[in-house]
């Protein structure tokens, strides 16, 4: 069989995957997500260290009982992202696409639009392949992005975070409320033990505003004063109101900026034929539930790839390589051969 081999190493996952070159379909994945909580975050000098000495053991598992000869086309992440962990995935891809002579075939891919096209991922476990066009929410730990993805490499961004990601409130808070990194799922957990209706009105930056970004830095530095002037050690009962409080605004602001965004694509592009979300943030159920009630009340089906689609890995890296080859582009227009370098700052669209 031919493999899509697709790399991860832009932030604190190391993974690789093979994906069958015919018909995308996974063959296997190896992803390692990296222990960063001791530092608060992911650290990029850490971070680069671990995949420099993760990927090679991954790649070697996944080659086991495989011949690396067997490899058509190879995919790597090339931004954006930490610099360390982008070259060590960059330049293991270009060694594996140089010694197989693979130059025209290797891929470098925006981590971007490897999310952005994660609900077209054809396996098992995911929900049918969305149709192009569709509005696509894009909320991790470093991205917040909404975007009508019209086909291949057709991207309309309509709006972006102007400060923080949507996952930094989460995680900046979760500290605050002594959580360990990532804080996300954690904080969703104490979120349903409180009662926002306890804690003070917080800001609910860019809500109503007519464009189609988001900003969550004000809100952090809110919650950063209000938690500073409390009796310490917070109450657990407090701790947990804290948590709702914060999860209640990011949802009521993340939903008027899809409400916003979907009229917008829905002017723009008529044919919209869905709602998809992607990123770690995604796995959230009272976001889940107000994007799925949105999509509802616009007649549009929401389509969200499985919580491991979600977050950051390699199917969906390999997976775009694939949609190209599908579109007859046997190498990315911009990123043919191997001169191109990582890319730490890299916009769609
Ligand atoms: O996509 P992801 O795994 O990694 C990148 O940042 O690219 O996203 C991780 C982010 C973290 O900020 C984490 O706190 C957040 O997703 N997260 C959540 C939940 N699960 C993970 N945020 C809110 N609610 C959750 N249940
Ligand atoms: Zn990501």
């Not at 969906?316 to 582009?329: D, K, N, S, T």
Request: hydrophobic share 45%.
């Amino acid at each position: 069989m031919a493999f899509i081999l697709g790399i991860e190493t832009s932030c604190d996952e190391t993974a690789a995957a093979l994906l069958d070159a015919k018909n995308g379909a996974l063959v296997e994945e190896i992803n390692l997500s990296q222990e960063h909580h001791l530092w608060g975050g992911v650290v990029p000098e850490v971070a680069a260290r671990a995949h420099a000495s993760i990927l090679p053991r991954i790649l070697r598992k996944l080659f086991a009982t495989r011949k690396v000869e067997d490899i058509e086309a190879v995919a790597v992440t090339m931004g954006p992202g930490l610099m360390g962990g982008l070259w060590v995935g960059a330049m293991s891809g270009k060694g594996i696409a140089l010694a197989l002579g693979l130059e025209a075939r290797f891929y470098g891919i925006n981590h971007l639009e490897a999310h952005a096209l994660s609900p077209r991922i054809e396996t098992k476990t995911t929900c049918p392949l969305c149709p192009f066009p569709y509005l696509m929410l894009l909320v991790s730990g470093g991205h917040t992005e909404l975007m009508v993805v019209r086909g291949v490499g057709d991207y309309h961004v309509l709006g972006r975070s102007l400060d923080d990601a949507a996952g930094e409130a989460f995680d900046k808070t979760g500290r605050l409320l002594g959580l360990s990194y990532p804080c996300g799922a954690a904080l969703e957990q104490l979120a349903a033990r409180g009662c926002a209706e306890n804690i003070a009105p917080l800001p609910a930056p860019l809500k109503g505003d007519e464009s189609c970004n988001f900003s969550f830095s004000g809100l952090k530095t809110a919650m950063a004063r209000l938690i500073d002037a409390e009796q310490h050690p917070l109450s657990d009962d407090k701790k947990c109101d804290y948590a709702a409080a914060l999860q209640q605004v990011m949802v009521e602001v993340i939903a008027d900026r899809v409400q916003q965004g979907v009229r917008r694509a829905q002017k723009e592009t008529p044919n919209l034929k869905a709602l998809a979300v992607a990123g770690g943030v995604a796995a959230n159920h009272a976001l889940r539930a107000r994007l799925e009630a949105i999509a509802q009340e616009h007649d549009l089906p929401f389509i969200a790839p499985a919580p491991a689609l979600c977050v950051d890995n390699a199917v969906m890296v390999a997976w775009v390589a694939h949609e190209y080859r599908r579109a007859g582009i046997e190498a990315s227009p911009v990123l043919a051969g191997l001169d191109f370098t990582p890319r730490p700052r890299w916009y769609l669209g």
